[in-house]
């Protein structure tokens, strides 16, 4: 899994980033206030679903030059960024199509879907399933427990709307949260992306060298 590997250059370019998305965050509620920067479809929200949606981009990306145990994990990546995203985005019932988005059938519809495509593709690589367990029980993937935690923290202040006694703090607090996860997530898509496409390009060099030399 050593593209699934997260040197300290990359916890570099993690720690600007989450200062870059706390700044931003900052901002946009000092701008809009606690309620407007936090609301459903508001700057928060929207960049969480834009985040998703990178990593989503991103991790397929990956899968093209990744093999084995990696591509699988970095399929089954894509699928839980795609469950998230489609989790977050709140469109405004205005058709048939974006109703049925917000309905209850949708949600049932999405984990039939997520069961069909995953569990085959799981059954097809149950050889590389060893190998993706002991990268999760590792400290390798420390970016995605970063995620997570910052996921859970966001859980933590769903549903109450006043914290400290500030209105719309609680729900600003679970919104940047989840933002700094998402966040984290694409970080590590793209850099997992990075990596991979360098090994590829590293390959193709290799193969071209010897026709080089002997021309």
């Known amino acids: 899994m050593k ?69 699988l994990a970095a399929f089954l990546a894509t699928v839980l960024y795609v469950v998230f995203l489609l989790r977050e985005l ?5 058709g048939p199509i974006t109703r049925y988005l917000g ?10 879907a997520v069961v069909l495509i995953t569990v085959p593709y799981l059954v097809a690589r149950r050889h590389c399933l060893r190998e993706i367990a002991a990268y999760g029980l590792s400290f390798r993937g420390w970016p995605f427990a970063v995620a997570a935690g910052f996921v859970f923290l966001g859980a933590y202040f769903d549903g109450s709307p006043m914290f400290d006694g500030i209105a719309y703090l609680g729900t600003f607090l679970e919104e940047t949260a989840e933002l700094l996860g998402y966040g984290v997530l694409a970080v590590a898509a793209a850099w997992v992306l990075c990596q991979s496409r360098r090994t590829e390009d590293e390959a193709v060099d290799l193969a071209i060298l010897p026709r080089s030399s002997v021309g």
């Not at 709140?90 to 205005?94: K, Q, S, T």
């Not at 309905?103 to 039939?112: G, L």
């Open 3 to 71: 593209h699934l590997t997260f040197s300290a250059d990359f916890a570099r370019i993690l720690v600007c980033a989450i200062a870059i998305m706390l700044v931003g965050a900052i901002l946009s509620a000092k701008a809009l206030g606690f309620a407007d920067a936090s609301t459903e479809n508001g700057p928060l929200e929207w960049t969480q679903e834009v985040f998703l949606l990178v990593a989503a981009v991103f991790s397929v990306g990956s899968m093209v030059s990744l093999r084995k145990a990696e591509r």
């Open 90 to 94: 709140e469109l405004p019932p205005i």
């Open 103 to 112: 309905s209850h059938a949708f949600r049932w519809h999405e984990m039939v």
